[in-house]
């Protein structure tokens, strides 16, 4: 028994054998590479520290001036402007002040007015529209028989609808209208037509609006007025910005006045409210966003998600 424990403490007084491995045999870490396809000893949310070196702010924002900005805005106000003019015809229409035949004269002069200022101006892009101006005439034409076969359908459609039902509806597709309008500016070589939705309200609160009037001529001027003015002057109005600033603030300035003028022999509360909402549209808004601009903070960085830029005739370049 001696023995034993004598055996036990010379164990207990040993020195172990060390286990650990000198530093020469610790395996090194291979360094972090940005690549998923790739298992690695690193965390999946592990970043080096050149994580940040490559981080922009507000690389793409864009500095606007503040004439810029309101002279952009104008295509805003023109629009505002177009649907005021055309609730004020319909009063006009709607309270006997504005004749079917005077309505039908002047949408249609100033169709064809608004056509020889666009064929004139697509002629210097496309000089050979000869098979262009047949097909648009005859489909004028069609159109125009088939509106007036249509007439009488389109005023009987929402005639027992109460006033009131009338009234609230017109005004909800109006602002249909406005809020679903494009309003992109484009190109003079891509003036497309304007957005269906948009196009559609304003339409259609046309009809309700044309089933109020008491003859079949009345409806016709002001569904032939209607396509005319939410159809074919958007076009017109893009056209006329995209070849001159000058005359884009022209024309915003004559729907400005027409509309101001209209409506002063209706309501002239309206009219105030008119003047100060489109001073606050044209002229306050664009100082508020370039007051505001001051607060943007966009960051970009290498957490972004590659965005190819596709170029003819060359291979796919990523960024």
Known sequence: ?????????????????????????????????????????????????????????????????????????????????????????????????????????????????????????????????????????????????????????????????????IWALTVILFLANLAFHDYGSGNRRNIKYPGSLSTNAAIFASVVLASRLTTNLHVFGLMSFAVEWFALFPMLRRQVRSISNRGNLALTIILFVTATILFSQISPAVVVIYILGMAFLTFVCPFWLIWIQRYKNEIHGPWDEARPKIQHGRSIEYN
């Not at 020195?15 to 396809?37: A, F, G, H, M, N």
């Not at 529209?129 to 009987?156: C, E, H």
């Open 1 to 165: 028994m001696m023995s034993n424990c004598v055996h036990f403490a010379t164990f207990k007084g040993s020195r172990p054998i060390s286990q650990t491995p000198s530093p020469l045999q610790v395996p090194t870490k291979p360094p972090w590479r940005k690549l998923l396809y790739v298992k690695q000893d690193y965390p999946d949310n592990y970043v080096d520290e050149t994580f940040l070196e490559e981080l922009q702010k507000n690389a793409n924002v864009r500095q606007y001036e503040y004439w810029s900005v309101v002279l952009e805005s104008t295509i805003i106000s023109q629009h505002i402007s177009s649907i005021v003019i055309f609730v004020a015809i319909f009063i006009y229409l709607y309270s006997g002040l504005l004749s079917s035949h005077a309505l039908i004269t002047m949408g249609t002069v100033g169709t064809m007015i608004g056509y020889g200022f666009w064929d004139w101006s697509n002629t210097m892009l496309t000089p050979d529209s000869s098979y262009q101006r047949r097909k648009i005439f005859k489909g004028a034409v069609l159109f125009f028989l088939t509106l007036l076969g249509l007439t009488p359908i389109l005023k009987t459609l929402t005639e027992p609808t109460s006033q009131d039902t």
